[in-house]
Every structure is written in C-alpha cells, then in structure tokens.
C-alpha cells in the first residue's frame, strides 16, 4: 500500500488568494491579445496542375494545355501559351501571345508581342525590359536592353540594342547595336552602332550610323561622326537647353611626348590637321614687321607665372590682321601661331633661295675668274717663251 503525502502551504491565506487573482488576469491578456485565425476569402483556386498558378481574371493560362511551372497573374496574361513552360507573367496582358519557355514579364502588355522568344525578362528573345511600355513592339529582335519608360517601345526586329532611360531609342525599330543613356536619349533614330550619353544626347539624329554623343543633341542626318559637349547652346525636342560648354580639360595628354601629326581646331569645335593651301609669296613679308615680346600670363592661367615669349595680339592686328584670332563675341583672343610659324618658313625660305642664286652666281663667277687667271698664265708663260727666244737670238748674235 502506497503512502499519501500530504503537502501543506506554507504561504499565508491572502498570498493563496493573490497568486489566483494574477493567474486569472495573465489569462485574460492572453486571451486578449491572441490574434483570431480566419480563413482568407475567397479560398486561393489559382494552383492547377502541373504547378501551374493563374489568378487575378479572365483568360489567365487560357490556351494552357501541358506547359508546366507557368504563373500567370492578371486578366489575359499568358493567354496563349500551350506546352510552354517556366513562365511568369504578372500584369493584364503580360505575355498575352507567347509560346515560348522562360519568359519572365512584368507589368501591363509587358512582353506582350512576344510569341515564340524564349529566356526573356519582359520582351523579345534574350531581351531585358524594366519599365511602362518597353520592348512593347519587340517580335524577333533578340538580345536587347531597356529600362526606362517606353524605352525601345517600337522596336521590332532589331537587335543588341541598350536603352537606360524614358523614351531612349524609342523610334528605333530595325536598328541594331546601339546604346543610348539618358532621357530621351536617341529618341528619334533609328540606325546602327549609334552610341549616346545624356539627357537628349543624339536626340536630333533622324538618321546616321556609327555616331558618337557625349552631351550633344547631335544633327539630323550624319555617319561616323563623333561630337563631345555643345559648341552652340541648343535647346533640345523636351524643351531643355542644353548650354555651350566653354572649357576642355582632358588628363593624360599635356605634357606626354608622342610623335604624330599637329591638330587644329576650327571656329566650330572640329579636330583635325591642317589642310593643304597654295604656296604663299609677299603674304609673309608682313611678319618682318612683327616685334616678339616677352611677357608671363595672369595667374588665373598661369599660377606658376613662368616667363613666356611671343606677341601681343594688339600689335599684331596692325600689322597683319589676319594673323589674330577673336572669340565669339569678337574680342581679340590670340595670336595665330601656327600661321606666324609658316610665314617664317616661307620668308626662310624666301631667302635662302637667293642666298642659293647668289651661291651659284659666285660659283659661275669664280669659275670665269679662274679661266680668265688660266688664259693670263698661258698669255705669261707665252710671253716668258719669247723673251727666251729672242735672248737666244741675241747672243747667238
């Protein structure tokens, strides 16, 4: 037989009482702060087999017969796929008309042109869209890149195009292998190998291959052609001005020797070497009126201070106006070096070739000097011969 224990409280009556209250009360927070379970309503019916999911309207997976892992989410989206698989459309119309495997859309009618493309993410094959409308034409362009609203919104078939920002490259439908980034950048073209940079960079090019725009809105039609800042303040198809840029600095070029060709510039921004004109004649004597200087710049230009030496453009314009250069507004800017550096060469050569015609008219001089002293020595050595001869005679005598 078992012994009972008996265990008694060692806790006062009103200790008892007080533990029950606070157990009843921790109860009644519990209760309290419990959430309610409740079942979601309607029940979720989109998980079909094959672990296909269609929710959120009408015609969702509408075609689906065997494709399988496909998610479809809005009214339409995925309407017309069959067999294809591992495809998720989220939006209306996403992927409305593809068939094909591993397309991924996001947004309304994203990727919606797409019929047969596989590997997408939201438009054409191999092609990356992020945004309202982009790549929405695409059919059988492949391998293409937009992110921005209506980027790349008409192309159709063209191909290894990337368009970062609104409207970039949104005319462009055959178009290949161009890259534009910024607003509105090469909004209007629609050719190839067109590379642009900035808001509106290229934006007046209508038709041109093998453009470069950093920071220009560019022309109308042109190829090859490569245009870095704004020469001209001009204000682009948005409504924006684009300001001229009034300085180039450039690292990695001053004071690094390399051998090559001079490079000028023109009135209009444009690089290249100088070209061939006809031979000078008096136009250079105007340099021998010329009186070089030596000077330093103001610190602004040169905080070093180190002596230069050359000419004062005011003084030069009185005497060879055509040997100053003036800025756009006019005033005096510099002296013409380049040209001053010809003139000298064409009075060097001036002169040297009288010092060569007075060389060879010397040369023809002493030339009859010499025959001239050669007759004089034959005259004497004939003269000598006489004498001889006729003291002969004498003594003979």
């Known amino acids: 037989m078992k012994a009972t224990i008996v265990r008694k409280s060692n806790r006062p009556p009103a200790s008892r009482l007080r533990c029950i209250v606070l157990r009843i009360l921790l109860a009644l927070v519990c209760v309290v702060h419990t959430p309610i379970l409740k079942a979601v309503s309607p029940t979720p019916d989109g998980l ?12 969702a997976l509408f075609s689906l017969t065997t494709g399988t892992n496909n998610t479809a989410v809005g009214s339409q989206a995925l309407y017309s796929v069959t067999t294809g698989s591992q495809n998720t459309a989220t939006g209306a119309q996403a992927l409305r008309n593809n068939a094909g495997d591993r397309n991924t859309a996001d947004g309304f009618q994203a990727i919606v042109k797409n019929t047969t493309g596989n590997s997408n993410t939201a438009d054409g094959d191999r092609n990356t869209a992020g945004g309202r409308e ?28 990337t368009a970062t920002g609104f409207a970039a490259l949104n005319s462009n439908t055959t178009g290949a292998l161009n890259t534009a980034n910024g607003t509105g950048s090469l909004v209007n073209n629609n050719g ?9 960079a290229g934006v007046n090019l ?28 001009a204000r ?13 600095y450039i690292a990695g070029i001053s004071g690094v020797a390399v051998a090559g060709t001079a490079v000028v510039v023109n009135a209009a921004g444009q690089l290249g070497v ?32 180190a002596r230069q030496f050359g000419l004062v453009a005011e003084e030069v314009e009185k005497t060879a106006p055509d ?12 002296v013409r070096y380049d040209a001053v550096n010809a003139m000298l060469l ?35 050595n004939q003269r000598e011969r006489r004498r001889a001869s006729q003291q002969v005679a004498l003594n003979q005598e």
């Not at 067109?194 to 509106?200: C, E, K, Q, S």
């Open 48 to 59: 079909y087999f094959g672990a296909n999911t269609a929710e959120g309207g009408a015609g």
């Open 134 to 161: 982009v790549l929405v034409s695409n059919t059988t362009g492949f391998e293409n890149t937009g992110t921005g609203g209506v980027a790349l919104e008409n192309n159709t078939t063209g191909n290894d195009n």
């Open 192 to 200: 190839d190998l067109n590379v642009a940079l900035g808001f509106g």
């Open 206 to 233: 209508t038709a041109g291959d093998n453009n470069i725009y950093v920071g220009n809105v560019g022309v109308a039609t042109e190829d090859n052609i490569i245009r870095i800042g704004t020469e001209v303040a």
């Open 236 to 248: 682009d198809q948005f409504g924006v001005i684009h300001p001229r840029h009034t300085a180039t």
């Open 274 to 305: 100088a070209a061939s004109s006809r031979p000078m004649d008096r136009e250079s004597e105007a340099i021998l009126a010329l009186k070089p200087v030596s000077f330093r710049y103001d610190q602004d230009i040169d905080p070093a201070g």
């Open 323 to 334: 040997l100053v250069k003036r800025d756009r507004d006019g005033n005096l800017q510099t």
């Open 346 to 380: 064409n009075e060097f050569l001036k002169e040297h070739s009288k010092v060569e015609q007075l060389q060879s008219t010397v040369a023809k001089l002493m030339q009859r000097l010499d025959e001239h002293e050669s007759k004089m020595q034959k005259m004497e």
